[in-house]
Structure formats: C-alpha cells, structure tokens
Nanobody, 129 residues
Framework: QVQLVESGGGLVQAGGSLKLSCVVS????????MGWFRQVPGKEREFVAA????????YYSDSVKGRFTISRDNAKTTVYLQMNTLKPEDTAVYYC??????????????????????WGQGTQVTVSS
C-alpha cells in the first residue's frame, strides 16, 4: 500500500518562504512521477508542479513559475516544494500526488489530477498580506 505524507505547511507573511515535503512509502519511489496540487475551498484542485522519475522532467503552472521549485530525493523517497515570494493567493491546502505508470505521458498529463493514483492528506499553507 502506497502512502504519501505531507509536511511543512503553516502561516507565513507575504514575501516569505516555506518548504513542503512529501514522504512516500510502499513501493519503488524512484519509478513514480510526482506532483503537487493545491485547493481552495469551493474551487477545483489546481496543478502546481510535477517532476519525473529522474528529476530532469519538471513542469510548473504559470502562477508559480519562477517562485516555486520542485525537487526529489529518491534515496529519501521524498519530494519537495520550495515556495518563495509567497503571495496571499497561494493560500490553499497543498496535496502531494504520485503516479506509478510507466507509459509515456503527454505534456498535459502532468497537470491532470486524474492521472495520479495516490494522494496525501494535504497540508495547509496560509499567506497573510
């Protein structure tokens, strides 16, 4: 059974930084595509960033590009999301997600929450103005 556990959320002032972590257990982490999504109550879940098996394939949403950095440490079975220059509109519950399929993905697949098989419980990020 695959489990994803996020941590690192909290309250920060606008312009500040946070680093989220997601520890994955259960199967071979190095073969997982990993993604970060976020959701605000009453709105659809939104793609934030994704990273491939080796870390060389990376995607960001336009809203976070240049401010957020996704990375992974396969030895620690952990994926990270470094968030800098945070804005109040970044306030949301952030979810880590994993996909274990080996078939090739098209570019839009990386940002589609329906493509991910496993999800964490989420961690709250609140950015005050």
């Amino acid at each position: 059974q695959v489990q994803l556990v996020e941590s690192g959320g909290g309250l920060v002032q606008a312009g500040g930084s946070l680093k989220l972590s997601c520890v994955v257990s259960g199967r071979t982490f190095s073969y997982y595509r990993m993604g970060w999504f976020r959701q605000v109550p009453g709105k659809e879940r939104e793609f934030v960033a994704a990273i491939g098996w080796t870390g060389t394939t990376i995607y960001y949403s336009d809203s976070v590009k240049g401010r957020f950095t996704i990375s992974r440490d396969n030895a620690k079975t952990t994926v990270y999301l470094q968030m800098n220059t945070l804005k109040p509109e970044d306030t949301a519950v952030y979810y880590c997600a994993a996909n274990s399929a080996t078939n090739p993905w098209r570019t839009p697949d990386w940002g589609s929450d329906g493509k991910y098989d496993y999800w964490g419980q989420g961690t709250q990020v609140t950015v005050s103005s």
